[in-house]
């Protein structure tokens, strides 16, 4: 089971001091966590993708590629990548690079989560946001394991004889989750290309969690992808820990209050109830999270979320000190003992190499015409 | 003999209520006329005065808290709805949208509703044909045609002969509705169950890609 973060790089001022960070001080923010994320043991560093205030986190390749060279085992994955607004083409660039420069610790989430004005800043629009997914990714997985693609869609320009570089890593593609709340139509993506399914599980009641679990496990054995026990799952996860419940309780309470994904409906209590949010000791975040499997079964990836609402730097890092020192070495324990055997583990890129009869170099390399591509295939051909 | 389940909602917020006196006349006539038609009837009775917090918190929240939910269940559940608000600014209560705004927009095709409405005046007496009406249509629940409002001088003696007759004329036509129908919702106006195994594969989504 991996174990990790996820982080949706919001510039929110800290309401306990009315003082919001800069956007170069979030930034250099998300890459210490990243990096404490490494330090502490964790699997997974994850990134969201936002193009608008007051979020820093448009261009996820590059903190990524810098948080690579500064790391050695983490692998950098996404929450989520657009599928819907990025075109398919720099995707599938951005990440063969990236997994390049990593060394291969790259997977990726896709995901929809855009706001209604977001969509038309890419020429897109809110209502297509299913079928984008569906012919964006489409043409992603394309372009990552064909050579040469002739493309026609109804989103982008049509692709002729288009190569898109540098091709994947050892020949094998980074591995994607498909992110969703409570769209049944992305379980159902996921489970026909049998790729991991992540819910983001927070902010919601875990029914609404189970249920698309569920659905998706179910259409990944109907894909004959395996047994629905043996679907990738994954989980997010929200959490604040103090070693007294009610110390964590009476120090995120302000941030609880003030945050914009909370702040003026149920109390930091009813939220608790209600959702996984998580505020207590590390003995109750184990507790509460090795409870989540009792709702969707043996899942590969766990994400949490502790770096938002304006919560400082510092209190992030001692979270993941917290994180690595005391809750995640008892949960992979826990977790491991209870997996049954055929459930596999998490895809990596060494695994997925394995499984693909060991690397190949499926470099390109056509004679010089840079403009139209089509000397790929005729090399190829 | 069928037993028809009916929800009733009513958005008062006074105890005694009028808006909740005039959901149980509703009610009791319902009955009545149910049983006259040869149906029995079990009624659940939804106070959104209870719910006010929950109701604000679902606006923020996203979701409906486990009380709000299983009202919201009692009423997409019922084979038919008894809906009643005061009337607040020329219109229904912000409460008592609120809740419909809540409630999936699919999820009460088809079902019959009585519509009523409680004011200190008469002269908001058209409430329920320009404000109620169109909401109902709008979630395309089947309201009968008689709406029935009641203000202040319905209560006092003299108009209550005649609240009474609106009141059976209404219940009437809700049992009309209700009665040679086969419990619970029609399945084709049953919102679908988005988890249900797909009918269109993906292969046909993904056709000419």
Known sequence: MQFGIFTVGDVTPDPTTGRAPTEAERLKSM??????????????FAQGQHHNPPFVVSS??????????????????TSTTLITTTDPVKIAEDFATLQHVADGRVDLMMGRGNTGPVYPWFGKDIRDGIPLAVEN???????????????????????????STPRPLDGVPPFVWHGSIRSPQIAEQAAYYGDGFFHNHIFWPPEHTQRMVEFYRRRFEHYGHGSADQAIVGLGGQVFMRKNSQ??????????????????????????????LTVGSPEQVIERTLGFRDYVGDYQRQLFLVDHAGLPLKTVLEQLDILGEEVV????????????????????????????????????????????????????? | MTTRTIAVVSAGLGNPSSTRLLADRLTAATVEALRARGDDA??????????????????????????????????????????????????YSGLFKTFFDVIDKDALIGTPVLLGATAGTARHSLVVEFAMRPLFAYLRAVPVPTGVFAASEDWAG?????????????????????????????????????????????????KGR
């Open chain 1, 31 to 44: 890459i210490a966590i990243a990096l404490k994320a490494e330090e502490v043991g964790l699997d997974v």
């Open chain 1, 60 to 77: 996820p390749t590059t903190t990524l590629g810098y948080i690579a060279a500064k790391t050695e085992k983490i692998v950098l994955s």
């Open chain 1, 137 to 163: 990714y489409q043409l992603l997985r394309r372009l990552w394991r064909e050579d040469v693609v002739d493309w026609e869609g109804q989103f982008r320009t049509p692709l002729q004889g288009f190569t």
């Open chain 1, 247 to 276: 110390d964590a309780v009476r120090e995120f309470r302000p941030y609880f209050d003030a945050a914009p994904v909370y702040g003026g409906g149920p109390s930091l209590e009813e939220f608790s109830t209600q959702t996984p």
């Open chain 1, 329 to 381: 070495p008892v949960l992979r324990r826990e977790f491991a003992a209870l997996k049954p055997a055929h459930v596999p583990d998490a895809p990596t890129h060494a695994s997925l190499v394995a499984a693909a009869g060991g690397a190949k170099d499926v470099t390109v390399h056509a004679p010089a015409d840079d403009v139209t591509g089509r000397t790929a295939e005729v090399a190829q051909a």
């Open chain 2, 42 to 91: 079990t009624v659940e009775v939804v106070e959104l005065r209870g719910h006010a917090r929950d109701l604000a918190d679902n606006l923020t929240s996203g979701f409906a808290n486990e009380s709000l939910q299983a009202s919201i269940d009692t009423v997409v559940g019922a084979d038919a709805v008894i809906a009643v608000t005061p009337v607040f600014s020329a219109s």
């Open chain 2, 158 to 206: 003299g108009g209550s002969t005649a609240l009474a007759g609106r009141v059976d004329r209404a219940a009437g036509e809700l049992a009309d509705v209700l009665v040679g129908r086969a419990a619970g919702r029609p399945a084709a106006t049953r919102p679908a169950d988005p988890f249900a195994d797909p009918t269109t594969s993906f292969e046909e989504l993904l």
